[in-house]
């Protein structure tokens, strides 16, 4: 399947009642957080994701976005954009984490990572060298290679 040995695939579909399978925030996290201790590598993790997503106000004032968001997972559960975080910290070295996501405020889910959006790519090449080495220290926070595609920016709702 796409490269993918069916045997390493995880197919969560919500379906009526609890099963083990069952795409709850701690489902999903459990299982992403399964797949980065037990990568090797040269492997590479891919999590797709289509559901709702949303904010609230960090006050705590740690995050970059200002906000706090999260995913909805089946059964009324969330997965917190902290969760994932903690996932991308957890992958090891020479090891990709891909992560798609479609929902709305979800650019911002996984605080940390140099956001590029659209055009934005010249802006970014376009910063002094003192910027890109700010850059690369948050980056440094996360030993493999994260990489989201996202379909909103924190503040933006999908129409």
């Not at 492997?43 to 559901?51: A, E, N, Q, R, T």
């Not at 995913?71 to 917190?80: D, F, H, K, M, Q």
């Not at 605080?111 to 802006?123: A, F, T, W, Y």
Request: with cysteine; net charge positive; glycine share 10%.
């Amino acid at each position: 399947m796409y490269g993918f040995k069916i045997e390493d695939v995880c197919l969560m579909i919500e379906k009526p009642g609890r099963n083990l399978n069952s795409p709850t925030g701690k489902n999903i996290g459990n299982k992403l957080m399964e797949l980065a201790r037990k990568s090797n590598k040269g492997d590479l993790i891919l999590h797709y994701f289509v559901g709702h997503g949303g904010r609230y106000p960090d006050k705590s004032g740690t995050k970059s976005t200002k906000h706090v968001e999260y995913l909805a997972a089946a059964e009324g559960t969330i997965l917190a954009g902290s969760t994932l975080k903690k996932v991308a910290e957890a992958i090891p070295e020479g090891v990709t984490f891909v992560f798609i996501v479609e929902s709305c405020h979800s650019a911002g889910l996984i605080d940390g990572l140099i956001e590029v959006v659209g055009r934005s790519v010249n802006k970014w090449k376009k910063q002094t060298h003192k910027k890109i080495k700010e850059d690369k220290k948050k980056r440094s926070m996360f030993k493999g290679s994260i990489i989201m595609i996202s379909s909103c920016q924190s503040f933006e709702t999908a129409r």
